[in-house]
């Protein structure tokens, strides 16, 4: 078992410097830091193994593949996966929902069915199905959420009858912290016949994840913030539905046979994976799971919760501070705002102490409309971070105040 | 970076904004915004002839959306249509390259330079100047 000090070494950017101070990265939400066994993956694959994959005959080409494949079957059973065929390389959770959405959706929801949705989606998990619904003539519905940011599961039930085609909702939310209860949800959505996906991006890099007890249809998330790459993430698929649909993205790969004037589709997984994949990144991204794996992802959840209970505790007890979503129960992210400043002044301020938070909308405007704000600002914590920088961030936000006048 | 931004001029400004509030009978009033950061600044301009005779902005922004917008209105206020499109110019110019063209003195406005390096907050500084081009427009075509 590594000490967070061992941790710590394996992340060479924690040792920045910004602006004079010691980084203190409370940026995690948006995008995770490489450790340098991920790094060394990447260059060793460039270095000794690189060629495209599923093509060449040749060694390099050979090896690839295996690596390549080998990186599928490492996800898939990080994520305890049903089987490594329904996991498919994309770019990122964004086109992972966006692939369900033109490939399922636009196929298997008919005109006058609904969506479920919740008004805490990334607009990743909002925009797709607003154009998808549009061009099918589907209808919207929103889950409705109780005032402390969790789901009401009794209101939701009654959204929830036999003309919903597909409920899409997020597992851990990227503002609110709240996880929801995808596996309840999951179970009421089959009874009716609805397809279930799971936005998983804030979830699988901060929890044990188990997509077979789950049991969701539809399961998406990225690697660039679970200590991989960007470039690359996945979507999981049940294999009947992903047998039913017609490809997303189409050309090389994801082809059997072509003819002048038709093809036909590769099998599964490939038949949703055109073009030269991620390869490099799936290494990479394998690399960083292996990461995950040493440290223990009981270990990671238990550590962030512990920085997140700190850290929801010192901002709820800090004059004029609001902290938004549940207080128990939650992802490592921390959404708040100080009476008086501007989320943007805020986070320039704390920048100025090395200290890195994200302020804005969060990528979840209709959110930040039901929580009567324009912005928030956001720590979120991964397993590199320290309870002593949470104490470094509480005085860059009681010199803000000082600065900025803010009693 | 943000070390000199936050300086004593900026913060003059944001505590205490100059021509702050609503005109009685504003000749034209122009409402811009900053989808990005939810800024949302209203200005009132009162024009006689080609003068801006008074100016004067509500809403809510960041430190630097109000001090610059404060910056703008001390500024402007009696100024001419004519030499506005000038310092419009002139705004531009200091706010791309950190630094006022040859030979003009932009005041406290040279407080803002070190926005010039940020460019998620650029847009902060330059919404009241966007707005008023807009008001502008608008007067010129009454
Ligand atoms: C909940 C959630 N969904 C989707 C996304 C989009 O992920 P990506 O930008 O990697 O496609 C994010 C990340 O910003 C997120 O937090």
């Not at chain 1, 991920?38 to 994959?53: G, I, K, M, P, T």
């Not at chain 1, 997509?211 to 294999?239: C, N, Q």
């Not at chain 1, 073009?275 to 440290?295: F, K, M, Q, R």
Request: with cysteine; charged share 20%; glycine share 8%.
């Amino acid at each position: 078992m590594k000490t967070i000090t061992e941790i710590r070494k394996d992340f060479p950017i924690l040792n920045m410097k910004v602006n004079g101070k010691s980084l203190v990265y409370l940026d995690n939400a948006a995008s995770s830091q490489k450790p340098v066994q991920a790094l060394d993956a990447f260059c060793r694959f460039c270095e000794s193994r690189y060629a495209n994959v599923h093509r060449g005959v040749h060694t390099l080409g050979e090896h690839a593949t295996t690596d390549y494949e080998a990186a599928r079957t490492k996800v898939a059973e990080f994520v305890n996966a049903p089987s490594s065929k329904g996991i498919i390389f994309t770019r990122g959770t964004t086109e992972s929902i966006n692939l369900v959405a033109y490939a399922f959706g636009r196929r298997f929801v008919k005109h006058g069915q609904a969506i479920l949705l919740t008004p805490m989606e990334h607009h990743a998990n909002l925009v797709p199905w607003q154009l998808m619904a549009k061009s099918v003539g589907a209808e919207l519905r929103f889950w409705p959420m109780k005032p402390d940011g969790t789901l009401d599961m009794e209101a939701g039930k009654k959204l929830l009858d036999s003309s919903v085609a597909l409920v899409a909702i997020t597992h851990v939310s990227n503002v609110l912290g709240t996880i929801n209860p995808v596996r309840e949800i999951a179970l009421m959505a089959h009874q009716v016949g609805a397809k279930v996906l799971v936005d998983g991006a804030q979830a699988v890099p901060h929890m044990p994840v188990d997509l077979t007890e789950i049991d969701a249809d539809f399961y998406a998330f990225s690697g660039h913030k679970m200590l991989g790459p960007t470039g690359i993430g996945v979507l999981w698929g049940r294999l009947d539905v992903l047998e039913d649909m017609e490809p997303f993205l189409t050309g090389g790969e994801m082809i059997k046979e072509v003819y002048l004037d038709h093809a036909t589709w590769n099998d599964l997984p490939y038949k949703f994976e055109a073009g030269t994949p991620p390869i490099s990144e799936a290494i990479t991204l394998s690399a960083a799971i292996s990461y995950l794996n040493d440290v223990g992802m009981e270990w990671v959840y238990s550590h962030t919760r512990a920085l997140t209970s700190k850290a929801y505790e010192l901002l709820s007890q800090e004059p004029g501070v609001t902290v938004y979503g549940p207080a128990v129960d939650r992802g490592p992210v921390v959404a708040f705002n100080v009476a008086g400043i501007h989320p943007h002044d805020l986070a320039a301020l704390l920048d100025q102490e090395g200290v890195a938070i994200r302020a804005g909308h969060h990528c979840a405007q209709p959110l930040m409309r039901w929580l009567e704000v324009q912005a928030t600002a956001r720590a979120s914590f991964y397993l590199y971070n320290t309870m002593e920088e949470i104490d470094v961030m509480m005085d860059a936000i009681r010199m803000a105040k000082k600065v900025l006048r803010v009693a | 970076m943000s070390h000199d931004l936050y300086g004593e001029i900026l913060l003059d400004h944001y505590r205490l904004p100059r021509n702050h509030g609503r005109l009685e009978n504003p000749t034209i009033t122009v409402e811009g915004t900053n989808p990005l950061c939810g800024d949302e600044l209203t200005l009132d301009l009162e024009f006689t002839g080609d003068h801006l005779t008074n100016i004067s902005f509500s809403g809510r922004g960041c430190a630097i959306s109000v001090a610059a917008t404060s910056m703008l209105t001390e500024l402007l206020k009696g100024k001419t249509i004519h030499e506005i499109e000038e310092w419009t110019g002139n705004f531009r110019t200091f706010i791309r390259e950190g630094k006022a063209p040859d030979g003009v003195d932009m005041g406290d406005i040279q407080s803002l330079a070190g926005v010039a390096q940020l460019p998620v907050r650029v847009k902060c500084a330059t919404l009241p100047w966007t707005t008023l081009e807009q008001g502008l427009v608008r007067y010129k075509g009454t």
